[in-house]
């Protein structure tokens, strides 16, 4: 009879090895299966408590065979670190080299494990399949053909456990140096097509392995600021873990069209602005008047607004179709007026840069995808007119 450990080990070794219903119940993943089928044979061997010291020989069990101490303790899990798996693989790898060699002699030589061990591993992998699988003799090992049969599937085996890590490793690597996966990123309605997009275009660019999702926030389906690795808003969110990065700066400015200037006139200072129709966006950030600055004074951004939008590119295209003046960031507004279809309204008034954060879990920072994506938005941030290069054009 064994001693008790953590609760019950054996209950008795008399005919069977019994696991006692009680220890199965208090140790987590009790069994491992590893199969190895031929024609003839499948055996299944059972891992247990890796800390009991079960090393004695157990013979005259029925349907067991007698257990090799030596060679065979380690699935009743003893104190070896070899797991069940890394010791079969190293059965099925020791039978493959054989095979290749010829012979224990030339195997020995070629791998540098001694006969001896090849031998013995030799000898584990045929009683655990029940068959012999090499003749042997003084000069040279024969297959049998079980052995034939065997080693076709020991060489698919170990070429695909081969290829296997080959590609885990490979995509491993990708993942730690930022090269693969999937990226996330949630932002401000406004910001998705005025720059963001263009920022993930360059991104998937340098990083064609990486998988990237753009999200506008504010509707039923945005997926939440867990759900993503980052968000890019004007305002940070009061979250706890959460890091808000400041990334860059925009200006804005007020522009409209040339044809609604002609039909209106152009205003001279900003109190011309109450008697002009105002193209603006309903965004939380943007509720409160915006203050327009020059260098010496300010004044407040009253108009008659007819009309409103959620998306910037409904207000720039409102502004083109000369519904108004509009309120827009300077680098949206570039490429129409270069194109003339736009241009600038009392230039010298300008409201207060509006600060861009990227904001992110704290644990997610780890990540070099992201890590990646936030320095190019903020390398992107100081050339935004290069990235702008959609026009709404002026109808005619």
Known sequence: MKPTFAGAWAEQIAGAVMISRQAAERRKNWFTFVSFVNASTSVALRHADP???????????????????????????????????????????????????????????QTGMSKATLSRLLRRLEEDLGVQL??????????????????????????????????????????????????????????????????????????????????????????????VDCYICAEAPDLPDVVAKLVGRLTYGLYASPKYLRANGTPSTPKDLTTHVSITLRMPEFAKTPVLHTDKTSHPYVTRSTVGTNDYWVMKTFCVDGLGIALLPDFFAGPEVRLGSLVPVLPEWKPERRRIFCAYQRQRYAAKKLQAFIALLSECMTDLEALNTYVAIAPR
Not at 51 to 77: A, C, M, W, Y
Not at 97 to 105: K, N, W, Y
């Open 134 to 227: 090499l003749s042997r003799s003084s000069r040279k090992v024969t297959p049998t053909d079980a052995g034939r049969a065997f080693h076709a599937h020991c060489e698919a085996l170990l070429a695909d456990v081969s290829g296997r890590w080959e590609t885990a490793r490979h995509e491993v690597q990708e993942m730690s140096t930022g090269g693969k996966g999937r990226l996330r990123v949630l932002a401000d309605n406004h910001f998705t097509t005025t720059f963001v997009c263009h920022v993930a275009r360059l991104f998937l660019e340098k990083y064609p392995n990486i998988r990237c999702e753009l999200d506008a926030a504010g509707r039923e389906d945005s997926p939440r600021m867990e759900d």
């Open 51 to 109: 800390s009991h010291p079960l090393d004695k020989n157990l013979s005259g069990v029925s349907g067991e065979r007698k257990i090799d101490s030596e060679t065979q303790r380690f699935r009743f899990g003893t104190v070896r670190a070899e797991t069940l798996m890394d010791m079969e693989l190293k059965l099925v790898e020791a039978f493959a080299l054989i095979m290749r060699a010829g012979s224990l002699t030339r195997a020995e030589t």
